[in-house]
């Protein structure tokens, strides 16, 4: 394998990308650091505030990041995960508020003077320079031998399977090279910290899948903790140990990926990440950890396992994720919830298929059904009427 | 067809106004003076036919570039003009890259008005631009007024009609050709690129001498070829604000031209100048070819 960015052969039909996995420590299983009280984190955002002039950039965050985390700052363009990134490499100064990194305060401390490297969304590759040279410029400012220098470039540049490209300058190298430039020069100072300003996004989806897995790899054997800016929920979901979900410069949710993804604690939060489907309803009664809700002014009647603080006659949203949802052409038998629909749109997705369905009260839902469902049973078409089914724990009932 | 004539208009006109009076000046200068119009002799008859063109040819010579290289006034004149148009390229630079760096560096919605502000002298005329700074540095010129009010000096400043003179000169009238390269080229340059330096350790002053300069490289040798290659053969600022003992090309053309009406040798000064230019021409050509070259890899 000479370059992991360009043998993927295109003749692969499995979905996971080809990369160097196999060789990859296995995920540590009990990595929660966060639940440890014991435990101190390496970066904390301390009630940290960012305005630009009357703009409100960072609105009084307070975040704990842990060493050896990958974690991931999610969120639209201008909700303010980018600034909060830029505060920690110190190119933006909190309007109050502390940032401590390692228990020391570095709110005051210069860029050049601080324990973090910064990967920047243009990857901001020195033109003039090689790629050894640009891998080799922060070890420099460090006033290191040359001798040692050449041995850290190497090790970084065979990390990142560079060692071809060494004399050439950026604007002769492909975009994915480029981004593993960015990237060894990042990492070639052995930083405690790692900053990623969406680092993929320049990439195209095939190769930003690989370069996902590249990062995650390259993170587990440094042992570096990472912290990525990014948009792509996909992205955040695959690499990241934990997520913090931004919105107007706010914290929504912090959580791992699996709680984030089964568990959001707002239709914000269900929207963002993934499909999902929302039911508007009333809690009617609540009983044995579970409530009755009213859907589509008494359409339907849903179990879900009850939120803290809900009561009854409150307005909640029944988030359900599309794959959760059983179709079926026959009314399913008592238990489990269920509502009546027409099959509107079928998309074909390969091992999948998505159905869109509408339901009496115009409003859509969407479904994910396996195709490798047995040929017997007759293929659900257009027009169809269906029934969708889910059990009461299938999905999370969301106050706001 | 239309490719070829839409090709032909720039030839034809480098042919016309360039080659063409070249030629003229080269031929001149193998010629030698004669009291007459024009002065200067062999002139092509061509009424005698072969035999004239044969004599015409044979009345030239190189005799006046024998004189220009065997006469210390014009190999010194050659040496002056190149010392001072380096120097004044040299001042010119130091001035000129602050400004174009503040005003890269200024807010986006205020360049338009900087790079107006740089070009605005071009708005009045060179010559009395050039006029203007005599009143400036003479004896009792507005400099050595308000230097002697505010008790700076006690007596007046001898300023005018020395070198010094010509290096203001030179400096102020070819300044925005030197900032306006500059500021193209630093313009351009990302901040992201500084951030990373500072992100990887090295500190702003570091970072201009490590990032800022170099890149802004094509600038710099652009605007310094701009500055150099005119400066060389300047003529008025030398004239005008120069001293007796002001020695330049310029100069010395004009006075073979005019005061002694030798227009053979004048020609002569005037080939070997452009034959000095060429090497930086050259240079600048190349630079600029490497700058496009760099530009279109991106």
Redesign the interface.
């Known amino acids: 394998m000479s370059d992991p960015l360009t043998a993927a052969a295109p003749t692969a039909s499995s979905s996971e990308p080809h990369v160097r996995r196999a060789r990859t420590p296995a995920p540590q299983s009990g990595f929660a650091p966060w639940k440890d009280p014991a435990k101190a984190p390496i970066v904390r955002f301390e009630n940290v505030v960012k305005r630009f002039g009357d703009f409100v950039a960072v609105k009084d965050c307070t975040l704990d990041i842990y060493e050896r985390e990958f974690f991931a700052l999610l969120g639209p363009s201008g909700c303010g995960k980018t600034t909060l990134l830029r505060m920690l490499a110190g190119f933006e100064k909190p309007t109050s508020g502390r940032i401590l990194v390692a228990g020391q305060d570095i709110t005051d401390l210069q860029p050049y003077d601080r324990p973090v490297n910064m990967m920047f969304q243009s990857y901001a590759l020195f033109p003039h320079m090689t790629v050894e040279q640009n891998i080799g410029f922060g070890l420099k400012q460090e006033g290191m031998p040359k001798d040692q220098i050449a041995v850290r470039v190497e090790e970084a540049m065979t990390m990142l399977e560079l060692n071809r490209f060494e004399k050439r300058k950026p604007h002769q190298l492909s975009g994915g090279q480029q981004q593993r430039v960015a990237l060894a020069r990042a990492i070639a100072k052995k930083p405690r910290i790692v900053l990623l300003d969406e680092p993929l996004g320049a990439l195209d989806k095939r190769l930003r899948q690989q370069a996902q897995f590249e990062l995650m790899y390259i993170q587990e054997t440094t042992g570096t903790t990472f912290i990525i800016v990014t948009h792509d929920q996909e992205e955040a979901m695959t690499v990241s140990s934990r997520i913090a979900v931004m919105d107007h410069g706010e914290f929504v949710q912090v959580a791992t990926p699996g709680d984030i993804y089964e568990a959001p604690n707002s239709r914000y939060v269900a929207n963002f990440i993934g499909d999902v489907n929302l039911f508007e309803g009333k809690v009617l009664s609540q009983a044995g950890g579970f409530v009755e809700i009213e859907w589509g002014g008494g359409r339907a009647r849903f179990k879900a396992a009850a939120p803290a603080g809900v009561s009854p006659g409150q307005l909640v949203w029944l988030s359900l994720r599309p794959e959760k949802i059983r179709i079926t052409l026959d009314q399913p038998a008592d238990g489990n919830n269920a509502v009546e629909g027409k099959v509107v749109d079928i998309g074909y997705l390969g091992s999948i298929s998505q159905y869109n369905v509408e339901l009496s009260n115009g409003e859509m839902v969407k479904a994910l059904r396996a195709n490798s469902a047995s040929t017997v049973e007759r293929p659900i078409s257009w027009e169809d009427r269906v029934w969708l089914e889910w059990p009461a724990d299938a999905g999370v009932v969301l106050t706001r | 067809m239309r490719r070829w004539l839409l090709i032909s208009v720039p030839y034809l006109w480098l042919f016309f106004f360039f080659l063409v009076p070249f030629f003229i000046v080269f031929k001149i200068s193998l010629s030698d003076t004669e009291i007459a119009i024009p002065p200067y002799t062999p002139l092509l008859d061509l009424s005698e036919g072969w035999a004239g063109i044969k004599d015409f040819f044979s009345q030239l010579d190189f005799e006046n570039y024998r004189i220009i290289f065997s006469d210390a006034l014009y190999v010194n004149a050659y040496g002056s003009s190149l010392r001072i148009a380096f120097i004044s390229t040299l001042i010119t630079l130091a001035v000129g890259f602050p400004i174009a760096y503040g005003m890269a560096r200024a807010p986006k919605a205020w360049q338009p008005m900087l790079l107006m502000l740089v070009i605005l002298p071009f708005w009045t005329s060179f010559l009395i631009r050039v006029y203007a700074w005599i009143g400036i540095l003479k004896q009792e010129g507005l400099l050595n007024h308000f230097l002697m009010n505010l008790g700076l000096i006690s007596a007046p400043l001898h300023i005018l009609h020395t070198d010094t003179a010509v290096y203001i000169g030179i400096v102020y009238s070819y300044l925005p050709f030197m900032i306006l390269p500059l500021y193209a080229s630093l313009e351009k340059i ?1 901040p ?2 500084l ?9 702003p002053w ?1 970072s201009f001498w ?2 800022t300069f ?2 802004s490289m094509p600038g710099v040798l652009a605007g310094s070829f701009l500055v150099f290659i005119p400066a060389v053969g300047e003529f008025v600022i030398p004239d005008l604000l120069g001293g007796s003992d002001t020695l330049m090309i310029g100069k010395t053309l004009w006075t073979e031209f005019f005061s002694n009406r030798d227009w053979p040798v004048s020609s002569a000064v005037a080939v070997v100048l452009l034959l000095v230019l060429v090497v930086p021409i050259v240079l600048f050509q190349r630079n600029q070819e490497q700058q496009r070259e ?1 530009e279109a ?2």
């Open positions: 990302n992201a690129l951030e990373a330096a500072a992100d990887l350790g090295s500190p570091k490590q990032i170099p890149l760099r890899g991106r």
